[in-house]
């Protein structure tokens, strides 16, 4: 997906026209760019951690020729993606919109009856499986 196509998909879930949606989009990322590139992170609870990051200069190698190269400092942008986008990523669950709640009512607080202590419930063994061994191959000689 694309600037685009994320402009017209929140135009559709919002009920608003694509043009402000990305007009807004565009601003968006300019202020999260400005910020960090100013050295102060984003974060957007729930979604991702935008930060800069200063990196040292380093000894590396390079590969063709296995010469040592100097790798000067320079900065960096790092995005973290956060609790709640990494457990709907790796659940497949879709974000739900934020639901309107009805006001609480309040109610006569009623006397508890008090409770009785249950019997601690029993943990069931779990058994294990022999394990299965997979048939030798033969080795192949080399010459």
């Known amino acids: 997906m694309n600037k685009r196509e994320l402009a017209a998909a929140i135009a559709e879930r919002t009920d608003r ?13 300019a202020t999260v760019t400005d910020t960090v590139a100013s050295g102060e992170p984003v974060v957007l609870t729930g979604f991702a951690k935008f930060i800069r990051v200063d990196r040292g200069p380093r000894m590396a190698r390079n590969p063709q ?14 995005i973290t993606p956060l609790k ?18 009805a006001p609480a009512k309040k109610t006569a607080a009623k006397k508890a009856a008090p409770a009785k202590k249950a019997a601690p419930a029993k943990k069931a063994v779990a058994k294990k499986a ?14």
């Open 17 to 29: 026209d694509k043009r402000d949606v990305e007009a807004v989009l565009n601003e968006f990322v």
């Open 65 to 78: 020729t296995g010469a040592p190269v100097k790798v000067p400092a320079k900065k960096a942008a790092r």
């Open 84 to 101: 709640a986008f990494k457990d709907a990523v790796v659940g497949g669950k879709a974000v739900k919109k934020a639901a309107k709640k």
């Open 130 to 143: 022999p394990a299965k061994k997979a048939p030798a191959k033969k080795a192949t000689a080399r010459r």
